[in-house]
């Protein structure tokens, strides 16, 4: 039962992250996210809270967890940038 919890909650909480721009499409014309948009965001979101889970428990060193959970932010960050507004010009960003 202890191996399932952690994964059940940090499914739970990028559920719950998803239903922002869910609820925003409802409310208002100016949020437009396509299923793809969902799939996307939501392949992020969980490669970026597993990634964060595994650091926290095979880190034993503090700074190191930090540095690592803070590199991964930053990685997921720039990566959600060049999707949305391609920063960078990348390929992935359609530009």
Avoid: Y
């Avoid at 191996?3 to 949020?31: D, H, K, W, Y």
Wanted: proline share 3%; net charge positive.
């Amino acid at each position: 039962m202890l191996t399932l919890r952690r994964p059940l909650i940090i499914l739970s909480i990028i559920a719950l992250l998803l239903l922002i721009p869910f609820i925003g499409m409802q409310i208002s014309n100016e949020v437009h996210w396509s299923v793809f948009d969902f799939v996307v965001a939501g392949g992020m979101l969980t490669i970026t809270g597993f990634a964060i889970d595994f650091v926290i428990r095979k880190t034993k060193s503090v700074n190191r967890r930090f540095l690592l959970i803070a590199a991964i932010a930053l990685l997921f960050l720039l990566i959600w940038v060049e999707i949305a507004v391609g920063l960078f010009g990348s390929p992935i960003a359609g530009s």
